[in-house]
């Protein structure tokens, strides 16, 4: 796609769109009312019925999505886990069709960075308000990526963290999964940037990230923009338990630079371990490698946000959208 808001396929001033719900139905406690609250609140906003797109252990919703498109979908909301939310990434990626996020999952990586944690009222506002941003992606392969791809630590943190952990407490399990695997032997990798010479570290994780915040609202790469054109590198190095206090306390903190972290720029990044790791895509596992392949796909990806200006933090305005989405939801069941 050419870069432009000109190519805005939804505004506030053209026609109600038309939708589709692409939805992970284990992720959702009652699916008939959660069908009946966003079919009720798209209906009180004036939109017409949505189309609905069940995922499946099979497809996790790239095929959904993609239908959605040929039906002739205009916004698609992705409704679950990170999984799914990736899937619809990469069947939205180079369309005109908005992206909407109706997160359902413990932690949902991209919902984190628009500030929507779990919150079904406020997924629904941000979508009828029509803001949009068109952003950047990552592509490993043949999957994209709208935050972050990692390889190490990172992925194996989220391959340690058990589903009920995270539904009792939330994004604090990650924590718990993180602790198991602090003393872990660093990898020996090597990263070669847009064609670059190679960089040789010893790291405990590699990120390359389109956007920079983690979950609980931390931004690790305070400038990371998901519309730039360029994938942030972040190259962690931390080797005892102090390390990784310091570079913890130096993120939450955001004073200066963060000991243990390099931070590089490229459209291109090869990452080359000496061993197979653990890898990621937005939260998501996918199968562990030696290698880690991104590059990336400007302004690829319209995606539904609280305000469409271009600000770095994409959850501005996201708490004001979660008290009017509720008066939304409230307006869709009386009807």
């Not at 660093?186 to 940037?193: D, E, G, L, Y």
Request: hydrophobic share 40%; proline share 6%.
């Amino acid at each position: 796609m050419d870069g432009g808001d000109d190519k805005a396929p939804v505004t506030a001033d053209n026609h109600a769109p038309r939708s589709a719900v692409v939805v992970n139905p284990v992720k959702v406690t009652d699916l008939d009312d959660f069908r009946r609250t966003v079919d009720g609140a798209l209906t009180a906003a004036g939109w017409p019925e949505p189309t609905w797109y069940e995922t499946t252990v099979e497809d996790p919703g790239r095929g959904q999505a993609a239908a959605a498109v040929e039906a002739g979908a205009e916004v698609v909301f992705a409704c679950g886990g990170d999984g799914t939310v990736m899937a619809c990434v990469t069947a939205l990626a180079g369309t005109d069709v908005a992206l909407a996020v109706l997160p359902q999952g413990t932690g949902n990586l991209l919902a984190a960075n628009l500030g929507l944690s779990n919150d079904l009222a406020a997924g629904l506002q941000v979508a009828v308000e029509r803001g949009m941003r068109r952003l950047d992606v990552g592509a490993v392969g043949d999957q994209c990526f709208a935050v972050m791809a990692g390889m190490g630590f990172d992925a194996q943190m989220l391959d340690s963290t058990s589903e009920t952990t995270k539904k009792r407490i939330g994004w604090p399990a990650y924590l718990v999964g993180a602790a198991k695997h602090l003393r872990d032997r660093p990898m020996r990798v090597s990263i070669r940037i847009d064609g670059g010479p190679p960089l040789r570290r010893r790291a405990r994780s590699v990120l390359v990230a389109n956007v920079g915040r983690l979950q609980g609202g931390v931004r690790l790469l305070t400038d990371a923009e998901p519309d730039d054109g360029w994938l942030d590198v972040a190259v962690l190095t931390p080797r005892t338990l102090g390390h990784w206090l310091a570079l913890g306390w130096a993120v939450l903190r955001r004073r200066g630079s963060v000991p243990r972290m390099e931070v590089f720029r490229g459209r291109k990044v090869e990452i080359t371990s000496n061993r197979a790791q653990p890898r990621q895509l937005d939260g998501d596992l996918i199968e562990p490698g030696r290698s880690l392949k991104a590059e990336i796909r400007p302004e690829s990806l319209w995606l539904c946000v609280p305000r469409p200006a271009r600000h770095p933090d994409l959850s501005v305005d996201a708490d004001a959208a979660a008290e009017r989405g509720e008066r939304l939801v409230e307006e869709g069941r009386r009807e």
